[in-house]
């Protein structure tokens, strides 16, 4: 199985910058979409940020576009999430989750069901 373990999370100033850090481990190859998912209010866990690995490609949530960016390092199998201009209603508890992916045809991956998951950093904005 994949383990995966967020760091980076803690309290900020409205208008500042977190960077948030997932290793994962457990697994042979890079063929996985992952993604940055937050929990503020409820169950409910939205998609913030994912990545297609093998190719790169990012997708964001309306509401961080241009704010914050996803990226990948492959040799430290480490997922980011650079969070600038930080909002009050970006405070909430970040999950970081990863699925294996289709090569093609793979759509939006904010949109997949995700396999396995961290436990979670809290960001607090105020």
């Known amino acids: 199985d994949v383990q995966l373990v967020e760091s980076g999370g803690g309290s900020v100033q409205a208008g500042g910058s977190l960077r948030l850090s997932c290793v994962s481990s457990?697994?042979?190859?890079?063929?996985?979409?992952m993604g940055w998912f937050r929990q503020a209010q409820g169950p409910e866990r939205e998609g913030v940020a994912a990545?297609?690995?093998?190719?790169?490609?990012?997708y964001y949530d309306r509401t961080v576009k241009g704010r914050f960016t996803i990226s990948q390092d492959n040799a430290k199998n480490t997922l980011y999430l650079q969070m600038n201009s930080l909002k009050l209603e970006d405070s909430g508890l970040y999950y970081c989750?990863?699925?294996?992916?289709?090569?093609?045809?793979?759509?939006?991956?904010?949109?997949?069901?995700?396999?396995?998951w961290g436990q979670g950093t809290q960001v607090t904005v105020s």
């Open positions: 990545i297609h690995v093998p190719y790169g490609s990012k």
């Open positions: 989750a990863a699925v294996e992916c289709p090569l093609v045809n793979w759509g939006d991956p904010l949109t997949y069901e995700y396999k396995y």
């Open positions: 457990g697994h042979t190859d890079n063929s996985y979409c």
